[in-house]
């Protein structure tokens, strides 16, 4: 199996920064690509940002300029710098990612549990 678990999230005031972490574990061949998605309560889980095997990335919107997806592969690890939060940005974030097991199966993706990121006003 495969786990991913999140870490970084707390309390911000606006204009702050957070750093997200997502590390990824268990039986890994190749990842293809890892993303985050938000979900703030009452609304539905958005795609925040995105980055493949290739290293490119891509953002949402409402963040964009903002928030910087990276990834550390020999760690298989992803980051998610935010800068310059907003109230707006309170949500639960989640990571996935799109695995490899071997190569006999085909990708799957999987889900962490999330990490709250609360930013007061």
């Known amino acids: 199996q495969v786990q991913l678990v999140e870490s970084g999230g707390g309390l911000v005031q606006a204009g702050g920064s957070l750093r997200l972490s997502c590390a990824a574990s268990?039986?890994?061949?190749?990842?293809?690509?890892m993303r985050w998605h938000r979900q703030a309560p009452g609304k539905q889980r958005e795609l925040v940002a995105v980055?493949?095997?290739?290293?490119?990335?891509l953002y949402s919107a409402s963040v964009k300029g903002r928030f910087t997806i990276s990834r550390d592969g020999a760690k298989n690890t992803m980051y998610l710098q935010m800068n310059s939060l907003k109230p707006e940005d309170t949500a639960v974030y989640y990571c996935g990612a799109t695995v490899v097991r071997d190569t006999v199966l085909p990708p799957a993706d999987y889900w962490g549990q999330g990490t709250q990121v609360t930013v007061s006003s």
């Open positions: 980055i493949a095997g290739s290293d490119s990335t």
């Open positions: 268990g039986c890994i061949f190749s990842i293809n690509a």
